[in-house]
């Protein structure tokens, strides 16, 4: 695919990439306006947080969940940060990618968690449609891995196909694009002036 910007392994690069676009995990926050400004400010000066134990954990266990929808989806684990064709600040680095026989993109998404899901957090769904957006994918595969303490709770982790729809894609295209006009206006606006934009 030629529209990799960068790698994760090369952190700088990837972060670097990462910064002068929107992501999915963006994209994931973009519930409300007041979330809308949080990240537009965030994307301006960064963030102070810098990961904690689950996300810790979250990366430790994540190559050991990829092998294993490796081996049972037949989807290759990634880390290349894509950009969507035909605008390169929409971008999405989804944990798997896979190409069918028949030429379907298929993506996969994989998260731990200290909580039992009823059903997939709107985050992490609005995450998944980006990601299919940005990669043209037809589905995604979410897996996900309960633990208690830090321990699995289950032998597999328990996983969910999520299709592709097309009217959520299009309300996120545009609440990505109000972000990026956000983030302009409030480069643009006078020191003292930037976090009211």
Known sequence: MTRIL?????????????????TATDVARLAT?????AVALEKLYGSGFGGN?????????EPEIARWVEAEHGIVPSAHLFHAEGQ????????GVGLRADGRLEL????????????IPRNYLRQIWWQ?????????????????????VHDIPKWKWIDRDEAEIAALVARANDLIALIVRMANAPAGARGLA
């Open 6 to 22: 960068a790698h994760s392994s090369d952190r700088v690069a990837w972060l670097r990439a990462r910064s002068f676009g929107i």
């Open 33 to 37: 306006d007041a979330s809308l400004q």
């Open 53 to 61: 134990r689950y996300t810790d954990h979250g990366r430790e266990r």
């Open 88 to 95: 390169r600040r929409h971008l999405a680095t989804p944990d």
């Open 108 to 119: 996969a998404e994989i998260k731990t968690t200290a909580k039992p899901w009823r059903s």
């Open 132 to 152: 299919q957006y940005v990669l043209g994918a037809d589905r995604s595969l979410i897996v996900w891995e309960q633990h208690v303490d830090f321990v699995p």
